[in-house]
């Protein structure tokens, strides 16, 4: 490359990150936003939304948590999700297994009647679903979230765990299949420990997928002991009083665990958010 | 070995739970919400079969349907639009530098992992008339419109807001499937073009994009099925309002199935909505889908 060219190719590099960079803090600045201004008073929040607080109000925090009923949220929420998490991984990978390891001649048909699930917008089976549930007094119980829940998250662990399997080497069947192994130990000892990998990442789509999910969760549950955190959320906004500061610090709460998370694990979630579609 | 991988028993045992609850879940209901479709339910009455009457009703009377229909296809255009020029520019930016890609990348992504209903809260108040982001333009002078209320033109100036916060969230996914497939593309093929005299844009043009053909079919597929179920963030922005101006499809199908109780209404409006996810997935893998290429 010339020297002209090297020159030019800095400063396109220079603009780049210019231009990354105002991104970055048109992502980041809500959020930080959100922080700080969830500790102000809503009077300093109605004359100026954008400066910082003069003195934090922890207050806001535990008024969201205590009266607003966001501990028990929390706590149902992971309830929820955490059940969801456990079964799906096991009721998945079992399919999985079953799918990717075993030889059978449906294994494709199944495979491409769980998949279709995947495509399956969750408006089309609200009302049958909600009907029937409340018939068997599934709504406004956990279980009836849990059902659902696994059901849905269900099309994306059996596709990545059966990536997973497919690529174990045959060897160490065989070898287990020598020594006497039956099939549902292999599926235990082998096949599982050795797709640790694959089941932290589908756990973890699965789990934040069901931690955001709002519509099911306001159709089946209408006791304020069982709602989970998003639908608690639509509390703090009243057609006639929104008490906004307490708001904010509710959105801090409901954010704030999948942020966590995300700074733990980003690479595995993006792993599993890649190896879900490129397969596809 | 073999015999043990065709053992009836086991794989029954390892299917049969999922297989379960996906038939009753999830297939049984969509064969109903289809029927209920055509049948006059609610919540107080047996379904009853009507025939076409909800859909006649739907396409014919319903004027928050038309406003619904139109919002939704809006919807599904900018996203499906915007999120693959967007997404692929970005894709484009962060293969090309090497300090800070993984910071970049982590910070556009970070959205499409926390909760819609609680940004949709956020973003509500940005744009409320007097507070937010108006506050700050009265500071120079400008009167800010009225960003989630005003109803002038034919696509209504919140549905813009909505449609440009939904990008803000989830272009993040777009940009993560596009580089992982730019990433799997042989680095030996671009330097053969640098030799031939390639720019990089040409390299992009005539390397990158075709390559990634694959993945636009994916994540353009992932994007219009998404706009399409959207909901959380129309829902706690505006709630479909003013006068229903802002309701998609999915914000209509929850009022009349869950605040009106209309189920069999709100079964066709479920039925519409399932029919155009087909449609959109059949046209997007016709067209755009290819053969992989070696790579």
């Known amino acids: ?280 | 070995m073999d015999k043990l991988l065709r053992d009836k028993k086991a794989i029954v045992v390892f299917v049969a739970p999922a297989f379960l609850l996906f038939t009753f879940v999830l297939f049984i209901p969509i064969c109903q919400s289809v029927y209920y479709s055509f049948c006059d339910y609610n919540a107080l009455t047996k379904p009853e079969f009507i025939g076409l009457g909800n859909y006649k009703q739907l396409f014919t009377i319903d004027r928050t349907m038309k406003i619904a229909l139109k919002n939704s296809m809006f919807f599904l255009i900018f996203s499906v639009v915007t999120q693959l020029i967007a997404g692929l520019i970005l894709a484009a930016l962060l293969t090309n530098i090497k300090k800070g890609r993984d910071f970049f990348k982590n910070v556009y992504y970070l959205p499409c992992v926390l909760s819609s209903a609680a940004l949709g809260l956020l973003w509500m108040f940005v744009f409320t008339p007097k507070l937010g982001i108006n506050q700050i333009l009265a500071q120079f002078g400008i009167e800010g419109p009225l960003w989630l209320m005003d109803t002038k033109g034919f696509i209504i100036l919140p549905m813009w807001v909505i449609a440009s916060v939904s990008l803000w969230q989830y272009v993040g996914q777009s940009m993560m499937l596009y580089m992982a497939q730019i990433s799997g593309i042989s680095s030996s093929l671009y330097e053969a073009s640098y030799i031939d005299g390639c720019t990089k844009a040409q390299a992009f043009r005539y390397i990158t994009l075709p390559l990634i053909r694959p993945m636009v079919a994916t994540a353009m597929s992932l994007n219009a099925i998404g706009s399409l179920k959207f909901f959380d963030l129309i829902f706690n922005m505006t709630e479909g309002g003013p006068n229903h101006m802002t309701d998609v499809l999915a914000t209509h199908l929850y009022q009349q199935g869950f605040k009106y109780f209309k189920y069999g209404y709100a079964s066709a409006i479920g039925t519409v909505l399932l029919v155009m996810c087909l449609i959109v997935t059949f046209i997007i893998n016709k067209f755009v889908k290819v053969e992989n290429y070696e790579m």
């Open chain 1, 1 to 280: 490359m010339s020297k002209t060219g090297k020159k030019k190719s800095k400063i396109s590099t220079k603009i780049i990150y210019v231009f990354l960079s105002l991104l970055a803090v048109i992502y980041l600045l809500p959020l930080v936003w959100v922080i700080y201004v969830s500790l102000k008073d809503d009077k300093t929040l109605f004359v100026s939304p954008w400066a910082l607080p003069e003195r934090p109000m922890i207050e806001n925090y535990t008024f969201a948590w205590t009266a607003g009923k966001l501990g028990t949220a929390t706590l149902n929420s992971a309830l929820v999700c955490g059940v969801t998490l456990i079964l799906c991984l096991l009721i998945g990978s079992m399919a999985a297994f079953a799918i990717g390891r075993m030889k059978w001649k449906l294994s494709g048909a199944v495979m491409t009647y769980f998949l279709t699930g995947m495509m399956i917008p969750v408006h089309c089976i609200l009302i049958p679903v909600f009907t029937r549930f409340s018939k068997m007094h599934l709504t406004n119980s956990q279980l009836g979230l849990i059902l659902p829940y696994l059901t849905l998250s269900l099309p994306i662990t059996i596709f990545i765990m059966t990536g997973f399997f497919q690529s174990l080497p045959n060897e160490l069947f065989e070898s287990a299949c020598i020594d006497g192994c039956s099939i549902y130990r292999s599926f235990t000892r082998i096949a599982l420990p050795l797709s640790k990998t694959g089941l932290f990442v589908t756990g973890l789509m699965t789990f934040v997928a069901n931690w955001n999910e709002l519509l099911l969760a306001m159709v089946f549950i209408s006791d304020d002991t069982k709602k989970t955190l998003p639908v608690s959320l639509s509390k703090f906004v009243g057609p006639y009083n929104t008490n906004y500061s307490q708001m904010f610090a509710a959105i801090v709460i409901a954010i704030i665990p999948t942020i966590i998370v995300y700074c733990m694990f980003s690479n595995q979630i993006v792993e599993g958010l890649t190896q879900g579609a490129v397969k596809g």
